[in-house]
């Protein structure tokens, strides 16, 4: 299936919109607010890598943003080496003050492109990718990218996603398109309901959650695991 749109925005265009959104994504109440269940997905994901990892050392975000996945990380595991990874330099100016604050360890900013940052075989323990990999367009760079983060990852080391995600059934993709609609019809009215599908229409491409665990299964991830799904949103990982 071919998912490329050339009407979907740029990474340039991507990378403008958050770079003026810093303050809103430094707080995890605003900042999430069109991510149903965003507080439980970030408790999840990290309690998940802490059991599975509970001595890791060194951590990887993904779309870091402005840094609350990985404090959520070191409120449970102390002294992690966080790498963060990010297109906007607002973001991860703000998230390197804020998470430098919070561990002992040492903190790598990186702005690049997923798809094109390179990261050390067998380094980090936890890797984390939150509302990022739906902007992923052609099916050949999903895969890319999952490949090059399970050799990124130690032996037992994991992987967690919490994300946008769209389902295989036709039927079921409209159910909860619908109810989707609804939750931001009651957050904000029906003009800031079709403001959010505008920009998941323009920017967004993401893939259902069967797709994304075949995939992890694909390039080598030993268990794969859901931990949360509410309607067009999901937790879920795996482990090398």
Same mark, same amino acid.
């Given at each position: ?60 975000? %993904? ?13 449970? %595991? ?35 492109? %997923? ?11 936890? %890797? ?113």
């Amino acid at each position: 299936m071919n998912h490329q749109d050339n009407k979907k925005s740029s990474l340039d265009e991507i990378r403008e919109r958050f770079d003026h959104d810093v303050e809103r994504f430094s707080n995890l109440e605003t900042g999430q607010q069109t991510t149903i269940d965003a507080p439980v997905t970030l408790e999840l994901t990290t309690s998940a890598a802490l059991f599975v990892n509970p001595d890791a050392k060194a951590l990887l975000d %993904i779309g870091c943003g402005a840094g609350n996945y990985s404090l959520k990380m070191l409120e449970k %595991i102390p002294g992690l080496d966080c790498t963060l990874v990010d297109l906007s330099r607002p973001m991860l100016d703000r998230a390197k003050e804020r998470v430098s604050a919070a561990t002992s360890g040492t903190v790598e900013i990186l702005q690049q492109d %997923i798809l094109e940052a390179e990261f050390p075989v067998e380094h980090f323990d936890i %890797i984390l990718a939150a509302a990022v990999l739906h902007h992923l367009r052609e099916d050949a760079d999903w895969e890319r990218v999952f490949s090059k983060l399970y050799q990124s990852l130690k032996p037992g080391g994991s992987f967690w996603i919490s994300d946008l995600i769209v389902h295989d059934a036709v039927h079921l993709n409209q159910l909860f398109t619908q109810s989707y609609a609804e939750y931001l019809e009651e957050l904000g009215g029906s003009e800031y309901r079709q403001k959010v599908f505008d920009y998941i229409e323009k920017e967004d491409t993401p893939r259902s959650v069967n797709f994304q665990l075949d995939l992890m299964k694909k390039v080598g991830f030993r268990d794969t695991e859901v931990l949360h799904k509410n309607g067009c949103f999901a937790a879920f990982g795996g482990i090398k």
